[in-house]
């Protein structure tokens, strides 16, 4: 078992930033992709970022391009959503996730394992 615990979250207004960050702990031996998803209420969670075990691959979703850097310290067994220039529209829960022996996670099936989800709210 992996146990994914987010902070970070908060209230900003539009054009400011956060970082995330999603401390692992656990059964952590083994190697996990991990992912940014969020859920804005009334859709569904969605994909944000992923990055491979090592850090050499990340992929974003179009809508935070540009503006979300992810990245991760294996050592501290931490990943981070840097976010910058941030809207209205990024208002949601921002979960993490961890899939084992892959090298990304973009859809919430994939997910072996969540966190609990921190609330980012951004005023305009």
């Known amino acids: 078992q992996v146990q994914l615990v987010e902070s970070g979250g908060g209230l900003v207004q539009a054009g400011g930033s956060l970082r995330l960050a999603c401390a692992a702990s656990?059964?952590?031996?083994?190697?996990?992709?991990m992912g940014w998803f969020r859920q804005a209420p009334g859709k569904e969670r969605e994909f944000v970022a992923t990055?491979?075990?090592?850090?050499?691959?990340?992929y974003y979703a179009d809508s935070v391009k540009g503006r979300f850097t992810i990245s991760r310290d294996n050592a501290k067994k931490t990943v981070y959503l840097q976010m910058n220039s941030l809207r209205p529209e990024d208002t949601a829960v921002y979960y993490c996730?961890?899939?084992?022996?892959?090298?990304?996670?973009?859809?919430?099936?994939?997910?072996?394992?969540w966190g609990q989800g921190t609330q980012v709210t951004v005023s305009s």
């Open positions: 990055i491979s075990w090592g850090g050499r691959i990340t």
């Open positions: 996730a961890a899939r084992a022996g892959h090298a990304s996670v973009v859809s919430t099936t994939e997910s072996d394992y």
């Open positions: 656990g059964r952590t031996s083994e190697s996990y992709a």
